[in-house]
């Protein structure tokens, strides 16, 4: 007789939207914290001129901190609604989302936007989020066309908004003219295409394939 074993299940290797929700909250609270605490945001913005090291942890660092109020307000709020969304598509890939867009986009900042001498900013994590999410859309298992059709126009509105940052050096929603920074749209769109690859390249969380789920105002950037 051919024992009985149990059907592995999610829980057997940790549940991905559970631990995505615990990292999205801890963001959430860091985010919210660091502003109430004397010079943090400076401390842990990106800087350029510093050691590698610091630079290092810096990029990471610098994405939870902003320049301003309503600079925070508009990325936490596109933040907790894009991770939102990122867990019942792709729960398996947000962690990996979210560690590529954090190491990569500073590093782009530090190559290739020379003019800015310190980085702040959510809005490349939302970034990558939302990259993840057309991923999600594109892969959904119903296969539907309407969900494909979805995931174009985001990704149309998402040039179009960056287009139009390039264009005007100011962003959509923050106006610039009461903030001492420039939107780095590199950063955004590096931030895209992490949250796309991060979809796409082969990663399990839980050993369960996604398919088999259910759907200085020159030398400041901000993202």
């Not at 126009?153 to 962003?171: R, W």
Request: charged share 15%; aromatic share 8%; net charge neutral.
């Amino acid at each position: 007789m051919t024992p009985l074993i149990p059907k592995q299940t999610k829980n057997d290797k940790g549940d991905p939207t559970r631990a995505g929700l615990l990292l999205a909250l801890g963001i959430t609270l860091a985010v919210l914290i660091i502003p109430w605490i004397p010079e943090a945001a400076t401390t842990l913005q990106w800087q350029r001129g510093e050691s590698a090291l610091v630079r290092l942890l810096g990029g990471i660092t610098s994405h939870l901190t902003h320049w301003s109020w309503d600079h925070l307000i508009w990325d936490l709020a596109a933040f907790v609604t894009l991770s939102f969304a990122s867990l019942r598509l792709l729960p398996e890939r947000y962690p990996l989302c979210l560690l590529l867009a954090a190491v990569i986009i500073p590093m782009e900042i530090g190559l290739c936007q020379l003019s800015l001498e310190t980085y702040r900013g959510l809005s490349g994590i939302d970034s990558a989020l939302f990259g993840l999410i057309l991923v999600g859309l594109w892969r959904s298992p119903t296969g539907s066309t309407m969900s494909r059709l979805i995931a174009i126009g985001g990704g149309a509105l998402f040039v179009i908004k960056s287009i139009y940052e390039l264009m005007t050096l100011d962003t959509l929603f923050i106006s610039n003219s009461t903030h001492d920074f420039v939107p780095a749209v590199s950063a955004h769109l590096t931030g895209m295409l992490c949250g796309l690859l991060a979809g796409k390249v082969p990663w399990q969380f839980t050993g369960h394939h996604p398919e088999d789920r259910r759907p200085d105002l020159v030398s400041r950037g901000e993202a």
